[in-house]
């Protein structure tokens, strides 16, 4: 059995790039910062930063190019993808990045919603759902096994 699945949560390190291929794919390319930690010997904490470069194709590019910038969090599920060419030296490189399938914005930067703000979406929230009645219905609490 094969898998090649890649899922990154971070930030990103810089705005994205959309681009538009000869036959008018669009393909859209950033970068994505992740933080680990860890206790070294000594039993300092310390953190390690890894870099990740992502490439998008379709609407998704667009989405990611419309709604992402610089500092964003984002979670990217895809695969990773070894690709080389040659540069204008007429060297021959290489560069391994995740093609992302998938992605789901995160909180925006200076996104914080106000306390006011939660009381309102809480209260609009508890108008929308239907209350239920657990007396009325066959499902008794104590019968609920947590």
């Known amino acids: 059995m094969n898998l090649n699945k890649v ?17 008018g794919q669009s393909v859209c390319s950033f970068g994505v910062a992740t933080n680990s930690f860890f206790s070294d010997r000594s039993g300092q ?9 992502i490439v998008m194709w379709g609407r998704q590019a667009e989405i990611a ?4 910038k610089k500092g964003s969090s984002v979670l990217i599920e895809g695969h990773l993808q070894t690709r080389s060419w040659q540069d204008k030296q007429g060297v021959q ?19 914080a919603v106000t306390p006011e703000e939660r009381s ?6 508890k108008e929308e759902l239907p209350e ?3 007396e009325d219905s066959e499902i008794k609490p104590e019968d609920i096994p947590f």
């Open 120 to 125: 309102e979406e809480t209260n609009s929230a």
């Open 7 to 23: 899922f990154i949560v971070g930030n990103l390190t810089r705005d994205p790039e959309l681009r538009q291929t000869p036959g």
């Open 65 to 68: 190019n419309q709604f992402l």
């Open 132 to 134: 239920i009645n657990l």
């Open 45 to 53: 904490r310390q953190k390690k930063t890894e870099f990740h470069n």
């Open 93 to 111: 490189r290489k560069t391994t990045e995740v093609v992302a399938e998938r992605m789901q914005l995160g909180q925006r930067a200076g996104g």
